[in-house]
């Protein structure tokens, strides 16, 4: 069967090929295959296709040349952006917001991840269904009535407002039960870790080896959408409850963050985040500024952190020793080797002694 395949394009800005190559990830983990990857020097976006009219045409001959079924676009478009790119070049096009939605939907294994994707989707590609029917709306009809194209616009309209709605009263209904559980949690002074970092870091990984039990895991970006809590013992005999989270990732829009509110709210009640961070991607250091930013943007950042370097299996020991300089209240770890498990626990048991909570 034949692979779908994309060009990238998006204009140029600092670190713009790490978010490149991060794009393509991305791209793949749905099954999209990238052909290619173009920058084009801007101040800012063309309102009406985004990059400029001659590099437009280019890209179409390239598509015809080669084939391509979509264009990505590294970074979040308008619907008129959309609209007309699409029309120019007669191929869908996804920008990144999409892409990962498009990831979020093939991994939403929970009621609770299903619900969230679907409202972060329909509530993102709204303008963009209006604007459909908006085209149609010219269709048909006199002076003093309604062509088909209005109506199906009001219709869509109509129902995807009230779509939106149901699905809301779904997801607090489900985050009703959660809130018992956390409350039940409270009341029994049980210690709380949240485990947050880049997508793909190893989050599941480690909290499978915490809980000595194996949970679903894939070296893919974004397999965990909803929280997952497990029991763990402290080396002192006391349990604590540890959760993996959605990944975080550059650029991710306000309105995916809206959706995965119930997820992401888990770690404004903890004791102690770990920030967990792939010490092999040579990008680590700008990920975890990432992290940081992201847990300001939902109001998290007051809470203590543990920074913790995981897959030093991948890494030679130098490279370690070297970081280990540089980041001395770090914990170096590898999740998959259970490679210095119990360090981590011990840091993690002192950090939370501090707390008050007897």
Do not use: W
């Amino acid at each position: 069967m034949r692979k779908s395949k994309a060009l990238i394009i998006g204009l140029y800005k600092p670190s713009f090929a790490e978010s490149f190559l991060e794009l393509e990830e991305l791209c793949e983990t749905i099954g999209i295959k990238v052909i290619d990857k173009i920058f084009q020097k801007r101040n800012k976006p063309n309102p009406a296709f985004y990059i400029g009219k001659g590099l437009l045409e280019k890209v179409k001959e390239f598509f015809i040349r080669e084939d391509i079924d979509y264009l990505v676009i590294d970074d979040n478009i308008s619907h008129i952006q959309r609209r007309n790119i699409e029309k120019y070049l007669e191929k869908k096009v996804y920008d990144r917001t999409e892409i990962i939605l498009e990831i979020f939907a093939k991994h939403a294994k929970t009621n609770e991840g299903r619900l969230q994707v679907e409202i972060a989707r329909l509530k993102y590609l709204l303008p963009y269904l209006i604007g459909q029917g908006k085209e149609l709306s010219r269709l048909g009809g006199g002076i003093g009535t309604r062509g088909p194209g209005e109506k199906r616009l009001e219709y869509s309209k109509r129902y995807i407002k009230n779509r939106i709605k149901k699905l809301e009263s779904k997801l607090k209904k489900l985050e009703s039960i959660r809130q018992v559980q956390r409350k039940k949690r409270n009341q029994n002074n049980i210690y709380k870790v949240s485990i947050v970092g880049y997508t793909n870091a190893g989050k599941t990984t480690l909290l499978s080896n915490l809980a000595k039990e194996t949970l679903f895991s894939k070296n893919e970006m974004f397999t965990t959408l909803s929280p997952v809590s497990r029991r763990v013992l402290l080396p002192s005999g006391r349990y604590a409850i540890f959760s993996d989270t959605v990944g975080f990732i550059r650029n991710l829009h306000p309105l995916i963050i809206e959706a995965f509110h119930s997820t992401l709210e888990e770690i404004n009640f903890s004791d102690l985040i770990i920030i967990l961070v792939d010490v092999a991607d040579k990008n680590f250091e700008e990920k975890i500024k990432i992290i940081h930013k992201t847990l300001e943007s939902i109001n998290m950042a007051k809470i203590k952190t543990l920074l913790v370097f995981n897959k030093i299996d991948l890494c030679h020991k130098d490279y370690i020793k070297n970081l280990q300089r540089r980041f001395s209240n770090a914990v170096f770890i590898s999740a998959k080797n259970k490679e210095n498990i119990s360090t981590l626990l011990h840091q993690v048991e002192n950090l939370l002694q501090k707390e008050v909570k007897i």
